[in-house]
């Protein structure tokens, strides 16, 4: 089974109590979801193998260590991912970035692809899928599969906040992937959303409702 990661440092903490708060309008939504993804993915990055590589200070010569040779993406799913795509780059500005569109459908919940645009080496990169709601775990479980089916082998999911149903689902289709998230609510209401939740992670951030 893929390893739950709660990455609840005090900051980033605070900062998630800021967005779920309903009164948060889109322009401190979209600076907080920034920050904490930048917070997060030092986290998703700490398994990150090293090499050595030969230096010289201006004291004298030293073995130092670099990030070995990996090659790396970062895939959001559309549209709420975006907003985790730049605080992600800011400590992986190597990284190239994918796209997956999938949204809910309003009376199934289930997941609809309408784009998917992705690195043509996807298949040789470490891959990073960020999506800020894991509600039902359906999309972030068939934006996976979509990855899957392009030969990715090395997939961890980085997500903000999620619910019981989600984790299982990710956990039960795809055990090779560790999910990291913030916070893990309690459950979803009827229409499958989470509670306590955030509200549509989509809508707050782009500000479209
Ligand atoms: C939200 C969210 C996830 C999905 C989570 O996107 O950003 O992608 O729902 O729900 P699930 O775990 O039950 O699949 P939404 O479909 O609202 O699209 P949007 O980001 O374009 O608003
Ligand atoms: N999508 C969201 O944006 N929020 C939820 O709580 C569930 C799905």
Known sequence: MGKLHIVDHPLIQHKLTIM???HTGAKDFRVLLDEISMLMGYEVTRDF???????ETPMTHMTGKKIAGKKLAIVPILRAGLGMVDGLLKLLPVAKVGHIGLYRD???????VYYCK???DIDERIV???DPMLATGGSASDAISMLK?????????MCLVSAPEGVSKVQNDHPDVEI??????KELNENCYI???LGDAGDRLFGTK
């Open 49 to 55: 193998p090293l090499c050595d590589v030969n230096i």
């Open 195 to 197: 509670v306590p939740g």
């Open 180 to 185: 990291f998230t913030a916070a893990l609510d």
């Open 128 to 130: 990073v899928v960020c």
């Open 106 to 112: 309003p009376v199934t919940h289930t997941p609809v």
């Open 20 to 22: 779920r708060d309903k």
């Open 149 to 157: 089916e392009k030969g990715c082998k090395n997939i961890r999911l």
């Open 118 to 120: 992705l690195p043509t």
